[in-house]
Nanobody, 126 residues
Framework: QVQLVESGGDLVQAGGSLRLSCAAIGNILRINRMGWYRQAPGHQRELVAMIDFGDSQRAESVSYGDAVKGRFDISADRAKNTVALQMNTLQPEDGAVYYC???????????????WGQGTQVTVSA
């Protein structure tokens, strides 16, 4: 019913930049939040950046993992159901599989569901 399609993972040198994109495709009524996690080998999956789009009683908010604050920037195009992650000043420790994540109300369903993309590999060489 709904898929998250990621793109942009690549090999980059330390200090460089990379931009990831994620598109939510399918029978979407509303996206509550959308963003990125990452997981490196031997490590737990961790939050990178997330946009909570809020509602009539809550303003939109953005959160970042401590490791990326000041270097990464998340943005969204709500009309296209996409988010982008601009990653600057990349370091080898940023290398991981980056997963798009979204909480989405699917048309015809009474609840929102948590969706994950398949992941895109980011490798940062020293």
């Amino acid at each position: 019913q709904v898929q998250l399609v990621e793109s942009g993972g690549d090999l980059v040198q330390a200090g460089g930049s990379l931009r990831l994109s994620c598109a939510a495709i399918g029978n979407i009524l509303r996206i509550n939040r959308m963003g990125w996690y990452r997981q490196a080998p031997g490590h737990q999956r961790e939050l990178v950046a997330m946009i909570d789009f809020g509602d009539s009683q809550r303003a939109e908010s953005v959160s970042y993992g401590d490791a990326v604050k000041g270097r990464f920037d998340i943005s969204a195009d709500r009309a296209k159901n996409t988010v982008a992650l601009q990653m600057n000043t990349l370091q080898p420790e940023d290398g991981a599989v980056y997963y798009c994540n979204a909480d989405i109300f699917v048309r015809g369903q009474g609840f929102s569901y948590d969706f994950w993309g398949q992941g895109t590999q980011v490798t940062v060489s020293a």
